[in-house]
């Protein structure tokens, strides 16, 4: 089992930034692929960024690409997402994810899809206000 636990959203104003943390506890964090979603309201889970298990690749929809970061720190179980530049539509819930199994061969294709990961965080509320 990974619990996870995600932590740093809150209210900001547009062109601001925020950064998200997700702390990880229970199985090797180290060999677990990450993602980040997120959901607004009456709209389905949708992928944001992803970290394969070594950190050696990222991965970015097109709506956050060059503005959100993905990271991992492996001594601190954390996986992280620098967001910047933020918008009002960037406004949801998001959240931290894990990848069903160790060792996940992650590719553009697969990170996408929720049901590639077996181990989701409760959620953190981000707000941007125009």
């Known amino acids: 089992q990974v619990q996870l636990v995600e932590s ?4 900001v ?11 990880a ?15 607004a309201p009456g ?6 960024a992803a970290i394969s298990w070594n950190g050696g690749s990222t991965y970015y929809a097109d709506s956050v690409k060059g503005r959100f970061t993905i990271s991992r720190d492996n001594a601190k179980n954390t996986v992280y997402l620098q967001m910047t530049s933020l918008k009002p539509e960037d406004t949801a819930v998001y959240y931290c994810a ?10 553009p294709y697969n990170v996408k899809f929720p049901g590639e990961y077996g181990y989701w965080g409760q959620g953190t509320q981000v707000t941007v206000s125009s």
Do not use: D, I, N
Not at 8 to 11: A, P
């Open 8 to 11: 740093g959203g809150g209210l």
């Open 98 to 107: 894990a990848h069903r199994t160790e060792y996940y061969p992650s590719s």
């Open 43 to 48: 709209k389905e889970r949708e992928f944001v």
């Open 13 to 23: 104003q547009a062109e601001g930034s925020l950064r998200l943390s997700c702390a």
């Open 25 to 39: 506890s229970g199985r090797t964090f180290s060999s677990y692929g990450m993602g980040w979603f997120r959901q």
